[in-house]
């Protein structure tokens, strides 16, 4: 049996919240937030229900998010 060892590069780390960009320390709110999250909460609910009929999951909403090229 022949055993094949080779060096697997993996990709950088995504960055956690001390490394996300900010200018003042507070997330950026705009208009889209509270509609979009509405929209997705409305949408996925009745599937997640379904998946899960005790109720044990959780959506998450204003979540931050950054280009990552960006920051490297």
């Known amino acids: ?11 950088p780390p995504f960055p956690d919240h001390t490394q ?4 003042d ?3 950026v709110k705009n208009f889209y937030n509270h ?3 509405i929209l ?5 609910g009745p599937i997640l229900q379904k998946i899960h009929p005790d ?3 959780a959506i998450g909403h204003s979540s ?6 960006e920051l490297l």
């Not at 996300?20 to 200018?23: I, K, M, R």
């Open 1 to 11: 049996m022949t055993e094949i060892t080779s060096k697997i590069e993996l990709p």
């Open 20 to 23: 996300l960009p900010e200018s």
């Open 25 to 27: 320390g507070t997330f």
């Open 35 to 37: 509609p979009q999250s």
């Open 40 to 44: 997705l909460t409305d949408s996925i």
């Open 55 to 57: 109720g044990q999951y």
């Open 64 to 69: 931050p998010r950054c280009k990552l090229p």
